[in-house]
C-alpha cells in the first residue's frame, strides 16, 4: 500500500523560508516522477514543481528561482525548499508520486503572513 505523508508546513512571514518534505512507503521510490501541487481555497489544485526519477526538475513560473526540489532516493523522500514565500504561496501542499498511477499525500498547510 503506497503512502505519502508530508510534513514541514507552517505559518511563516513573508519573505521567509521552509523546507517541505514528503516520505513514501510501499514503493519503489526511485522509479517515480515526484511533484508537489498546491491548492489555495476556493481554487483549483496547481502544479509546483517536479523532479522525474533521473534528477530531471521542472517548475511552475510562479515559483522558478525560489523553490527548489530534490529527492533522495535512500530516504524515499522528496524535498521543497521554499524561499521568498508570499502571501500568494499561501495553499495546501500535496506530494505527488506518478509513473503509470498517480499516489497522493494528505497534504501539509503552508501559510505566508504577516
Known amino acids: 500500500q503506497v503512502q505519502l505523508v508530508e510534513s514541514g508546513g507552517g505559518l511563516v512571514q513573508p519573505g521567509g523560508s521552509l523546507r517541505l518534505s514528503c516520505t513514501a512507503s510501499?514503493?519503489?521510490?526511485?522509479?517515480?516522477?515526484m511533484g508537489w501541487y498546491r491548492q489555495a481555497p476556493g481554487k483549483q489544485r496547481e502544479f509546483v514543481a517536479q523532479?522525474?526519477?533521473?534528477?530531471?526538475?521542472n517548475y511552475a513560473d510562479s515559483v522558478k528561482g525560489r523553490f527548489t526540489i530534490s529527492r533522495d532516493n535512500a530516504k524515499k523522500t522528496v524535498y521543497l525548499q521554499m524561499y521568498s514565500l508570499k502571501s500568494e504561496d499561501t495553499a495546501l501542499y500535496h506530494c505527488?508520486?506518478?509513473?503509470?498511477?498517480?499516489?497522493w499525500g494528505q497534504g501539509t498547510q503552508v501559510t505566508v503572513s504577516s
Open positions: 505527488n508520486a506518478a509513473r503509470r498511477l498517480d499516489y
Open positions: 510501499g514503493m519503489i521510490f526511485s522509479i517515480y516522477h
Open positions: 523532479i522525474t526519477s533521473g534528477g530531471s526538475t
